[in-house]
């Protein structure tokens, strides 16, 4: 039988899935961007993993509809624009 992961996940999980930072992951959260809910007297964060999947969706989602405008000045839109530049 395969491992299970587990239901919820820390702001540390989540940064490590993410490659960001711990605070980064906090900012995404107490800014209404990933959704999490405050557990124990102390108010520890965990983010159920069903919600980090939507957040990744809709920065896909985000991203496919970005126009070039949408971009910082010198930002690539693709990978593949690399060369396109050379």
Known sequence: ?????????TLADVADVL?????QVYAL????????????GRGQWRIE?????D???RQYARTDHSTPEDEPAGKLNHPEDV???N
């Open 55 to 57: 957040y990744i969706a």
């Open 1 to 9: 039988m395969p491992p299970v992961a587990p239901r919820f996940l």
């Open 83 to 85: 060369n396109a530049e």
């Open 29 to 40: 959260v107490r800014e209404g961007d990933l959704r999490g809910i405050q557990i124990g």
């Open 49 to 53: 993993n069903s919600e980090l999947e």
């Open 19 to 23: 490659n960001v930072t711990v605070r």
